[in-house]
């Protein structure tokens, strides 16, 4: 069974940092990649950050430099720190989940968390 349950968010001023986390069920961390989407009002869902199946990490570019992707293999948790954030990074975050090499774009990705809200205030 698929289980992805995220928590973390929450208001931080730009420039500040949060850490959001995706706990995952056994079958769904060991069996799926794992990556972090994102949405603000009025906009797509994009991806922000993810462990692709040939074992690299992928960031936006929006983001690169400034988020970490990782996972906790005995916590079975995937985290993404965020640092040095801005108002733009204001959006709902999902922790997804797929099978490895499949299509990792948002209206492919079968499996996703309830989301967790971030919002950096100016």
């Known amino acids: 069974q698929v289980q992805l349950v995220e928590s973390g968010g929450g208001s931080v001023q730009a420039g500040g940092s949060l850490r959001l986390s995706c706990a995952a069920s056994t079958y769904t961390y060991s069996n799926y990649c794992m990556g972090w989407f994102r949405q603000a009002p009025g906009k797509e869902r994009e991806e922000v950050a993810a462990?692709?199946?040939?074992?690299?990490?992928s960031f936006a570019g929006s983001v690169k430099g400034r988020f970490t992707i990782s996972k906790d293999n005995a916590k079975k948790t995937l985290y993404l720190q965020m640092s040095s954030l801005k108002p733009e990074d204001t959006a709902m975050y999902y922790c997804?989940?797929?099978?490895?090499?499949?299509?990792?774009?948002?209206?492919?990705?079968?499996?996703w968390g309830q989301g967790t809200q971030v919002t950096v205030s100016s």
């Open positions: 997804a989940a797929d099978p490895c090499g499949s299509r990792w774009y948002p209206a492919y990705v079968r499996y």
């Open positions: 462990f692709r199946s040939d074992g690299r990490i």
